[in-house]
Structures are given as structure tokens and as C-alpha cells.
């Protein structure tokens, strides 16, 4: 098993590149062989013309591994040599990231498990309805039943007030209809039937 590993770990060998997988091999392969092409058909001696295939190669994001890389950074030394300054010759790009952590990985334990700000607005609107609906409640308890035993008639009352202040008057006329009968039988009127009829208030004296 170790030998196979061995032997496909030979095969991602690229002009001393030693590469992790089939694809960047092929690609280091094809920037090798752009590499000879470009030595053979452009014979660039003068530094304009050395620029000029740089920065070319550069704009066309020709060569995609460090083969390619590796050969612009010797034209661009050539430029250097030649004359020209930092300021002069473009970058060569790297599209590749070499680090693999994620930002998140920066940040201490207690900065990734702090709460977000959204979070504790959520929550002390929350505890703030529980509260308001509570209160809420408490003050229409406390309505009913100061409305319930209020002396003055509301709706909620008001049928039990008129019903006691009915049977309170009934209970003073008949006191007040007793009072005059008396009277009356004192003053020596003796034929009240008329005026009394239908009343359940009877005298005292007279007979059943």
C-alpha cells in the first residue's frame, strides 16, 4: 500500500513541483509546456519586448501554478535588472488562498458564544409583553370588582341594585300603608276597602 502511495506521489512531479492531485499536475504540465512554447517563438532580448510577453501572459491569466509563476518572476527580474523599477512592472497574481482557517477561528471562545445584540432586543421585548399582559390583567380584575360593588348602577350591577331598591320601596309603602290604616280606624273611617283593595297588607285586628 505504501509503495502505490509512493508511485502516484511520483506521478504529480512536475519540473520539480511536487503536486496533490491529477488536476494540478495537468495544469502544471500545460503551464510547462506554454513555457517552452513561449521560449522558442518569442525571442525577447530587449527589456520593451521582455515587458511586453509579461505582462501579457499576466493580462491572459495564461499560467495557473507555480511553474508559470516561477517563470514570470524570472522575466520580471530580468526587468529589474534591465532598468526598471517596482513601480513599473504589475504584480504577478496569486488566485490562491494559503490559508485555510476561517476568520471565525480568529476570534477568542468567548467573542464566537457572546449573543447578538438582535438577540437580547428579542428577548427583553419578549419579558416586557409577558409583563405588560400581566399588569393588564390585574387592572381588569380590579375594574370588576370595583364595579360590582359600587353603590352607584353600572352594567355590571345594575340589575342587582334596581332589584334591592325595589324591594326596599315595596317594604316602606307597606309600613307607610299601615301607619294610615291605623290612622284612619283612630279618625273613625271604617269603609277603606275600596281604597285598600288588592294591597296584601291586612290589620293587625282585623280578622282572618
Not at 503551464?31 to 501579457?56: F, G, N
Not at 495557473?64 to 527580474?77: A, D, M, N, S, V
Not at 497574481?93 to 482557517?101: A, G
Not at 432586543?121 to 409577558?130: A, L, T
Request: proline letters at 3%.
Amino acid at each position: 500500500m505504501a509503495a502505490d502511495d509512493k508511485s502516484s506521489a511520483d506521478n504529480f512531479i512536475v519540473e520539480g513541483y511536487q503536486f496533490t492531485s491529477e488536476a494540478d499536475t495537468q495544469k502544471a504540465t500545460m503551464d510547462a509546456s506554454k513555457i517552452k512554447l513561449l521560449q522558442s517563438r518569442v525571442k525577447a532580448s530587449k527589456p520593451t519586448d521582455i515587458k511586453a510577453v509579461y505582462e501579457k501572459a499576466i493580462e491572459n491569466k495564461i499560467f495557473k501554478t507555480p511553474i508559470g509563476w516561477g517563470y514570470l518572476t524570472g522575466l520580471r527580474k530580468k526587468l529589474l535588472e534591465s532598468g526598471y523599477g517596482e513601480a513599473d512592472i504589475i504584480p504577478i497574481p496569486v488566485e490562491i488562498s494559503f490559508s485555510r482557517h476561517s476568520a471565525l477561528e480568529n476570534l477568542s471562545v468567548k467573542q464566537r458564544i457572546k449573543p447578538s445584540p438582535a438577540e437580547k432586543k428579542v428577548d427583553f421585548f419578549k419579558f416586557f409583553s409577558i409583563i405588560l399582559n400581566v399588569v393588564l390583567a390585574i387592572l381588569v380584575i380590579i375594574m370588576f370588582v370595583v364595579a360590582a360593588t359600587a353603590e352607584n348602577d353600572n352594567i355590571i350591577n345594575y340589575k342587582s341594585n334596581v332589584t334591592n331598591r325595589f324591594a326596599s320601596w315595596e317594604q316602606d309603602l307597606k309600613e307607610r300603608e299601615k301607619k294610615v290604616r291605623e290612622a284612619e280606624k283612630r279618625l273613625g273611617i271604617s269603609d277603606t276597602s275600596s281604597y285598600y283593595e288588592g294591597t296584601e297588607i291586612k290589620d293587625d285586628n282585623q280578622e282572618d
